[in-house]
């Protein structure tokens, strides 16, 4: 079997295009465009392009979208206060803090301090509590823009085995959960996972959230799976690169998504509808 490309590019495009739709009528029916501020802290380069895309692509939906830089000695403090004036100011309908954040400040400390509500990330606890309790309210960006592909793909997860590998709090277990209230039967492997290969075999879903280039080896693909490599790794040679051996793999997958063009213009498409969501639940609009 040759798999078929899910092309993450061209269903974003589609994705991004229902947004758009959708707000402009917000805006006409409530005389302003939904709003997102991402805040960076730092330099990182990476970051840097990551979060300017995520506004540009705000502004190409129609939304209003604003990038603050904060320098990488900013305070826990700072950073508190911005989220709060952020959390209070009605015209911010999304808040976004680029991970990772420079040593001096605590994760935890700052993904608890943003109004549930605006969390277009799906990273505060409320929100992982209510998907894990089957009450999504916003759900993280990554996994659930790789449950559209999987819907595009026509894939049948009631009853199917999915195996996700990786169980960060920003993918890999938001992953399991969302196939789970699909009805899939779930493993979540990770670092200590006893013989990968075996159990990666036994996937009519796999989803790769790992960070390790070729992790993934073409043998351990069941024939027919449908694949999902969340794994962005730089490669020696400075190119992007997943965490499957994508050439390997595509002789036994039906559907495999590539790095670049498959999850990643997902997870920002998926960012657009988070903050649209945001913004009409906030006008108590949906
Ligand atoms: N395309 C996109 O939109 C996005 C892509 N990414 C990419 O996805 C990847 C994962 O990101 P993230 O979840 O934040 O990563 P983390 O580093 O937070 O988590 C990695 C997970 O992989 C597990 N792991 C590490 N080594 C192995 C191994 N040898 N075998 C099995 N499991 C292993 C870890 O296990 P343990 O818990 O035991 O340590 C951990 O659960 C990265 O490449 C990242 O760049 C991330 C976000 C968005
Ligand atoms: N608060 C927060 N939310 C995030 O959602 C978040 C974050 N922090 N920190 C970093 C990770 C990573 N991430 C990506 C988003 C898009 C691409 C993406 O568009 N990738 C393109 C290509 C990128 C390239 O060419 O470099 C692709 O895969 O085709 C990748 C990675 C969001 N993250
Ligand atoms: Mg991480």
């Known amino acids: 079997?040759?798999?078929?490309?899910l092309d993450?590019?061209?269903?974003?495009?589609?994705?991004?295009?229902?947004?758009?739709?959708?707000?402009?009528?917000?805006?006409?029916?409530h005389g302003r465009p939904p709003g997102l501020d991402v805040l960076l802290v730092g330099e990182d380069p990476a970051s840097v392009i990551y979060t300017r895309n995520k506004e540009k692509a705000s502004h190409e939906v129609g939304m209003r979208g604003r990038l603050h830089r904060l320098s990488a000695d900013t305070t826990e403090e700072e950073l508190l206060g911005k989220i709060a004036a952020l959390n209070t100011d009605p015209s911010v309908d999304g808040i976004l803090v680029q991970l990772p954040l420079p040593k001096q400040i605590r994760e935890a400390r700052?993904?608890?301090a943003v109004d549930p509500a605006k969390d277009v990330d799906g990273f505060h606890p409320v929100n992982a509590g209510l998907l894990a309790t089957g009450r999504p309210a916003l759900v993280p960006c990554t996994p659930k823009g790789s449950m559209r592909l999987l819907a595009e793909a026509g894939a049948h997860l009631a009853g199917a085995r999915a195996v996700v590998v990786g169980r960060s709090n920003i993918v890999g277990k938001p992953m399991a959960q969302l196939l789970l209230a699909a009805h899939a039967t779930v493993t979540l492997a990770h670092s200590r996972t006893r013989d990968l290969?075996?159990?990666?075999?036994?996937?009519?879903?796999?989803?790769?959230?790992?960070?390790?280039?070729?992790?993934?080896?073409?043998?351990?693909?069941?024939?027919?799976?449908?694949v999902i490599?969340?794994?962005?790794?730089?490669?020696?040679?400075?190119?992007?690169?997943g965490d499957v051996d994508f050439d390997a793999a595509r002789s036994r997958a039906s559907w495999i998504t590539p790095v670049p063009g498959g999850v990643g213009p997902m997870t920002i498409a998926t960012l657009l509808e988070n903050t649209l969501h945001a913004a009409r639940a906030r006008v108590g609009d949906g």
């Not at 036994?202 to 799976?225: F, H, M, N, P, Y």
């Open 197 to 226: 290969g075996a159990v990666c075999r036994e996937a009519d879903i796999l989803v790769a959230a790992v960070g390790r280039t070729r992790l993934i080896q073409g043998d351990w693909i069941k024939d027919g799976a449908i």
């Open 229 to 241: 490599d969340v794994g962005m790794n730089r490669d020696d040679d400075g190119k992007l690169a």
């Open 1 to 5: 079997m040759t798999a078929q490309i």
């Open 110 to 112: 700052v993904l608890d």
């Open 8 to 29: 993450g590019k061209a269903i974003a495009q589609k994705v991004r295009l229902e947004v758009r739709e959708g707000v402009a009528r917000f805006s006409a029916a």
